[in-house]
């Protein structure tokens, strides 16, 4: 599981117009991911139906289609996780089963959410988890987000899941917390990675041992985070710094209405041309007054990176 160390991008769903995924704009994403791999560019592995995929709007014929077209554009150029999870234990572990063969042939991982709106004790969530491990012939990312799921995944129950359940190898810390990655860090064991799913925090994170991200602004800008990233892991904390400083903004704001309707106006302004920015309901476009302001920092961005 060394490509953890590295930078991971949470990829977007692509909906046209009439609100159809457009299964035709996801290979250009891929590419535009991966860049050339020959010049260390591109990030180091991709996540697929997870939350910036806004995978519960999305129906199984719908997932079945993506995973197809993701499998063959990707090639095997980089490792793929999967999105896995929700609050109901029984299905996940059924659709485990059912795809055993899919899942083990072509993924490398499964990223695994914290049960939400069932609000269950942690008691409950470590038993949701046993039973997914139980299930899974792949390693197991746990990926904690109190702020969607209403229930967090305390550092007490990580640990014990880590140390009962040899392929549950990893958390996608995303509580937002500094003090939460650093308690995660200094409580589990050496081989269990720790790695930032808040694009804000990543940085810091990384210099304080983590592996790396599961990021969303390296949807658009995935050479520079990959940078960053490596920057970071290699202890080059000034060059690290600076591009985290020249990303802040765009990252503060790509957020400011929720995710994804952020990275999609990325993705969809005239200078990337990656997508539409359609989303499913209940999630809508940014307002206005955000679409001026992501374009006002892309511009002033991409003008940093051509000095």
Known sequence: MEFLKGTGVAMITPFDDNGEVDFDAIPQLIDHLLSDSSLDRGV????????????????????????????????????????????????????????????????????????????????GIYAHFQKISQASDLPIILYNVPSRTGVSLEVQTVIRLANDFKNIIAIKEASGE????????????????VISGDDLIALSTVLAGGSGVISVIAGAFPDQVKKMINYGLNGNYKEAYQIYYQLMPLINLIFKEGNPSGIKRLLGNQNLGLCR???????????????????????????????
Do not use: M, W
């Not at 997932?63 to 499998?71: E, L």
């Not at 709106?117 to 942690?122: A, E, F, L």
């Not at 500094?178 to 990675?193: D, G, H, K, N, T």
């Not at 206005?288 to 002033?300: A, G, H, T, V, Y």
């Open 178 to 193: 500094v003090s939460i990655a650093l308690e995660l860090l200094r409580e589990l064991p050496e081989y269990f990675q």
């Open 44 to 123: 180091d592995y991709i996540v697929i139906l997870g939350t910036t995929a806004e995978v519960v709007t999305l129906n199984s014929q719908e997932k079945d289609k993506i995973i197809k077209i993701v499998i063959k554009h990707n090639n095997d150029r980089v490792p793929l996780v999967i999105g896995v999870g929700g609050n109901n234990t029984r299905g996940i572990v059924q659709f485990l089963n059912k795809n055993r063969s899919l899942l083990s042939s072509n993924f490398s991982s499964v990223l695994s959410v914290c049960p939400y709106y069932n609000k269950p004790s942690q008691n």
């Open 277 to 307: 920015e359609n989303l499913r309901l209940p999630l809508v476009p940014v307002s206005d007054q955000l679409r001026s302001e992501i374009d006002i920092e892309f511009k002033k961005y991409s003008d940093c990176l051509s000095k």
